[in-house]
């Protein structure tokens, strides 16, 4: 009935949609306007320290980002920080219809869809990811940006243009280093001619700051960025990071790990002090951190055994498989994941629900999947059930294992495609 009643008013459903979305772009359209809610002001501050001349950390300002993050938000130093914030709010809606035309480019012949299933498929996908979605447009869509630019460097590398695929890729690697994961796995899949100029982008990308800076200012900024990033990476306790205690909002793999680990001690900001907080297990951060460094290795480690194959044929649905488990991978590995950062499961949930949606194959694990991630993620958030009960369950990183979730299902259409391929082989070697 349900069905039928979405067929017969499917245009007045598509209206009602739209207008949903319009409002909401309005209502974070407003809170910007009237405040700064996000992180731009410490981006945008970056980029007057280097219109300006001034040094790019001082009093470790924004520390984490590299010196051409700073570089590329100088234009913006013309305008007030508010106007500027303004003016880069419609990057988001750029970078999300880039992001969903490059999917569909590489996926239509795999899953065709007609038009109105292509309308449904994409609100279903924004849906799921809705919760981050919308906190990156408080951000002006940077994270997603990171994203967009990540698969467009794949799908020109797939249509065989590598030098125009390096350059987004290399410019996303020279903003955060987190998308290098994809120049890793070009380099896995011994696509070396895409490596190599990927890599030299990137390299163009990240010494271009010293146009501005100059040599000797562009070394000092770049070693005080390196020395702060090496800082955090060889801390030993798995619930520090480079800026002191890992708060509780960060959604990676290293402390939502640790938190099954050890004991975090009564004073660090992860910790809540409620009866709803659980202790598991208790042992010492240098034990618990070569546990994770293990199982951090060995799953990447699987990952990479899985993608070890090289295919002749660019238009190989494993690979829109694998590059959705990379942007996942991505969150995972990352030193630092904040929610507007978990945009990087956009493309994955596109790609599951097309699938299904073309080969009318919801199967039933998939559908307790979705669910699962709708309650789990989209319910019990801190809209619905209030901040205090938000951060409880922040405290289990209920996300952060909802997104390995999200692997699995991945992985298990990628076996599928495998195993396809495979039988395809045989019975063209039996044959006559």
Not at 55 to 68: G, I, M, R, S, T
Request: a positive charge.
């Amino acid at each position: 009935m349900l069905k039928s009643l979405f067929a017969d008013k499917n245009r007045f459903w598509q209206s009602v949609v739209i207008t949903l979305g319009v409002v909401i772009a309005i209502i974070q359209f407003v809170k910007i306007a009237k405040k700064n809610p996000g992180d731009f002001y410490l981006h945008w501050r970056s980029g007057e320290l280097i219109a300006t001349g001034e040094f790019l950390y001082v009093n470790n300002h924004n520390y984490p980002y590299p010196p051409f993050w700073g570089f590329v938000h100088a234009p913006l130093a013309s305008f007030s920080m508010q106007t500027a914030y303004l003016l880069i709010y419609p990057l988001f809606f750029i970078c999300l219809f880039l992001l969903i035309w490059v999917l569909n480019r590489m996926s239509e012949a795999h899953f065709p869809l007609l038009r109105n299933q292509l309308f449904w498929v994409v609100t279903a996908a924004i849906f799921l990811a809705s919760r981050y979605l919308i906190r990156d447009m408080l951000e002006c869509g940077v994270n997603l940006a990171l994203v967009a630019l990540s698969w467009l460097g794949v799908y020109l590398w797939s249509r065989k243009k590598e030098l125009w695929g390096s350059i987004p890729l290399g410019f996303a690697m020279a903003l955060k280093c987190t998308p290098s994961l994809f120049w890793i796995y070009f380099i896995l899949k011994r696509e070396w001619k895409m490596a190599i100029y990927t890599f030299l982008a990137a390299a163009f990308f990240t010494l271009s700051p010293m146009f501005k800076l100059g040599f000797t200012e562009y070394r000092r900024t770049f070693e005080h960025w390196g020395t702060i990033v090496a800082r955090g990476m060889l801390e030993p306790n798995p619930i520090h990071w480079m800026g002191g205690e890992i708060p509780l909002a960060n959604m990676s793999f290293k402390p939502s790990l640790a938190r099954y680990l050890m004991h975090f001690p009564k004073e660090h900001e992860a910790r809540l002090d409620t009866p709803l907080y659980i202790d598991f297990l208790d042992l010492s951060p240098q034990t618990s951190l070569w546990i994770i460094k293990a199982v951090m290795l060995c799953f990447l480690v699987f990952i990479g055994w899985k993608f070890r194959r090289h295919y002749e044929d660019r238009n190989d649905e494993r690979i829109l498989w694998e590059c959705a488990i990379i942007s996942i991978m991505i969150l995972l590995y990352s030193p630092v994941t904040w929610g507007q950062h978990c945009v990087g499961i956009f493309p994955g949930m596109y790609l599951l629900v097309r699938c299904a949606t073309s080969r009318q194959n919801f199967t039933r694990p998939l559908k307790i999947g979705i669910g699962l991630f709708v309650f789990l993620i989209l319910i019990l958030n801190r809209t619905f059930i209030g901040k205090f009960y938000s951060e409880v369950m922040s405290t289990y990183h209920v996300a952060t294992f909802a997104f390995i979730g999200i692997i699995f299902f991945l992985l298990k259409r990628h076996e599928n495609v495998t195993r396809e391929q495979s039988q395809k082989s045989e019975s063209a070697t039996v044959a006559p």
